[in-house]
Nanobody, 124 residues
């Protein structure tokens, strides 16, 4: 499974960005997808997840209500729409995939496949 994240950049506080994660056709129908981020000097943390069927989503408390994960199956792409961005959202963002469902048990671990990160910088 190959994943390619894009869409990062520099944005002001309160602004928006949309990250994309492209994969080979059919990938996200077989795997749950997730977004993680790693800020400078910090550990990587879970941001959002989308079920294989595309109907269930999970979010970290810190982004709930501001970020939205979604999928375009025809394009085999998962998105992370980020609104009301804050300086603390500054990080390298990674997309990921896991074979297990996110609707039972933990959904913040168990991701087997990772894309290269894309940097998001939110200026104050």
């Amino acid at each position: 499974v190959q994943l390619q994240a894009s869409g990062g950049g520099l944005v002001q506080t309160g602004g928006s960005l949309r990250l994309s994660c492209a994969a080979s056709a059919g990938t996200f129908g077989k795997y749950a997808s997730g977004w993680f981020r790693q800020a400078p000097g910090k550990e990587r943390e879970f941001v959002a997840a989308l079920s294989r069927g595309g109907s269930s989503t999970k979010y970290a408390d810190s982004v709930n209500g501001r970020f939205t994960i979604s999928r375009d199956s025809a394009k085999s792409t998962v998105y992370l729409q980020m609104n009301s961005l804050k300086p603390e959202d500054t990080a390298v963002y990674y997309c990921s995939a896991r074979p297990n469902s996110i609707t039972s048990g933990t959904y913040t671990t168990g991701y087997s496949y990772w894309g290269r990160g894309t940097l998001v910088t939110v200026s104050s």
